[in-house]
Nanobody, 126 residues
Framework: QLQLVESGGGLVQPGGSLRLSCAASGFTLYNYVIGWFRQAPGKEREGVSCISSIGGSTNYADSVKGRFTISRDNGKKMVYLQMNSLKPEDTAVYYC???????????????????WGQGTQVTVSS
């Protein structure tokens, strides 16, 4: 059974940091494009970041550029999202997602991804 499991969410004060982790089980991450998405209450799911399967090319939403960093460790079957300088507007459920694709670029369109984790809550509040 192919599965993605997120962890690392929680409550953090504005300006703080969190590192989200996404563990893959039932498959290896090689040749999979990985994305992080988030959904706040009453809002549509939006792309946060993605990383390609070849070369590690990354993309970020404008709202998180310079603050968030995506990385992957194929050998450990792990993907990470380091989030710094967190703002209240970053509050959302964060999802890890993947699709099989041998490509040197990635996009943050939710419809491209066919494997999703259950999400982890991130709350930024004082």
């Amino acid at each position: 059974q192919l599965q993605l499991v997120e962890s690392g969410g929680g409550l953090v004060q504005p300006g703080g940091s969190l590192r989200l982790s996404c563990a893959a089980s039932g498959f290896t991450l090689y040749n999979y494009v990985i994305g992080w998405f988030r959904q706040a209450p009453g809002k549509e799911r939006e792309g946060v970041s993605c990383i390609s399967s070849i070369g590690g090319s990354t993309n970020y939403a404008d709202s998180v550029k310079g603050r968030f960093t995506i990385s992957r460790d194929n050998g450990k079957k792990m993907v990470y999202l380091q989030m710094n300088s967190l703002k209240p507007e970053d509050t959302a459920v964060y999802y890890c997602a993947a699709f099989f694709g041998v490509q040197a670029m990635c996009v943050m369109r939710p419809g491209e991804y066919d494997l999703w984790g259950q999400g982890t809550q991130v709350t930024v509040s004082s």
